[in-house]
């Protein structure tokens, strides 16, 4: 049973956004071959919708595995991106230039303080700002300001290059991506293999199929319990800066942040809503994280509107990763839940999934194991 392709692969992935494209990548490093099947365009539910924030330290409110986890990740992303360009030419604009996290208001300042202590103990680069230390760092910081936390290594990249050049880099290692696959349904065929049937009527065969459908990754019937994934939109928009003014992310409240690409596009975001698969931009949306920048970054509302979008964040009950072999199918791998970090998470989910492949128990992935979301289905 071959399927369209008349043959059976070693590794099916199941989504052609960032995850999928690292874990093909990161096999391939490794000497393995694995087919993607993407339903519409490569990165097209989350990837190209990011803002590329690459900023463990905001992404969670207490030391653990999942801040580990995205720290390991972060580490990963200059020899990451040094080797894709390498292969492809392209830059993803990878830029460790820095975070700030501020506290517009004195009131502001006591929680920001709180996290600076538990934070700087893990990592002593940290710096406390007072306001005019944060404003040599980030200029556009020119309204109400306290103080800052800033984030040294931490950095942002541009995640539509950054999936152009993991493509151009698969394409040149020849690693198949079939587009306009949309998979519905996997089964076992009986013989330790799996198959990966599609709406469109193919079936291919896999020694291991990873799901890495993003927001989407529920829709698909498994052999086992559904792993339980749903999308949380996410409204942003870009406004043009004619100079390299601005250098720093910013991270500021109640949710906000702004992100200064090399391109001399800022990017503002983002939204949370659990509105389905629609995906739709909205004023009173885009108000929740601009108006908080008439007093801190006034400037920024000034410059010329360039991109309003929205994408789909995929998230699990616990808002944390699903990463790992399916306890009632081991074939079948997840990849899952990267909710706000997948641009962040995809050096680690691929060096993880290839770890898993290749018959290895990589620790800092056990936290995440799909198996918590069906204990707690029993329990
Ligand atoms: N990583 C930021 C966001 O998801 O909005």
């Not at 089964?187 to 079936?203: A, K, Q």
């Not at 601009?290 to 929205?310: G, I, K, Q, Y």
């Amino acid at each position: 049973m071959g399927g369209k392709t008349g043959s059976r692969d070693e590794v099916i992935i199941v989504g052609g956004g960032i995850v999928g494209c690292s874990i093909a990548w990161h096999l391939s490093c490794r000497g393995r071959k694995s087919r993607i099947l993407e339903r519409q365009e490569p990165g097209g539910l989350a990837t190209h919708a990011a803002a590329g924030i690459l900023g463990p330290m905001n992404e969670t409110d207490r030391p653990g595995p999942f801040l580990e986890l995205m720290r390991r990740s972060l580490s990963l992303y200059p020899d990451f991106v040094a080797r894709l360009e390498e292969e492809t030419g392209l830059s993803p604009d990878f830029a460790q230039s820095g975070i700030l996290a501020v506290a517009p208001r004195p009131g502001d300042r006591a929680a920001l303080r709180a996290r600076f202590d538990w934070q700087s103990a893990l990592d002593p680069s940290l710096v406390f700002c007072d306001a005019s230390e944060a404003r040599i760092l980030e200029p556009a910081l020119t309204g109400s300001l306290d103080s800052a936390i800033y984030y040294p290594d931490e950095g942002h990249v541009f995640a539509p290059r950054l999936i152009k050049a993991l493509l151009g880099s698969l394409a040149r290692r020849r690693i198949p991506l079939e587009q306009g696959v949309t998979v519905t349904r996997i089964v076992p065929s009986g013989h330790g293999t799996l198959l990966v049937h599609d709406r469109e009527g193919g079936c291919r065969e896999a020694e291991k199929v990873v799901l890495a459908a993003g927001a989407l990754l529920s829709d698909i019937e498994i052999p086992g319990t559904r792993i339980p994934v749903s999308p949380v939109s996410g409204q942003i928009l870009a406004v043009r800066s004619p100079g390299s003014f601005y250098r720093r992310v910013v991270f500021y409240p109640p949710h906000g942040y702004f992100v200064p690409k090399l391109d001399g596009t800022v990017v503002i975001g983002a939204t949370e809503e659990s509105i389905g698969t629609r995906s739709r931009v909205t004023p009173a949306g885009l108000l929740e994280f601009l108006s908080p920048l008439s007093s801190l970054a006034p400037e920024l509302l000034d410059l010329p509107l360039h991109h309003v979008w929205s994408g789909l964040r995929p998230k699990s009950p616990d808002a944390l990763p699903v990463l790992g072999p399916h306890p009632e199918c081991p074939e079948l791998l997840v990849a899952g839940g990267h909710y706000r970090n997948g641009i962040l998470l995809a050096p680690v989910t691929g060096e993880i999934m290839a770890d898993w492949i290749e018959g290895g128990t990589p620790a800092h992935s056990l936290p995440f194991l799909p198996d918590r979301f069906l204990k707690a289905g029993k329990e």
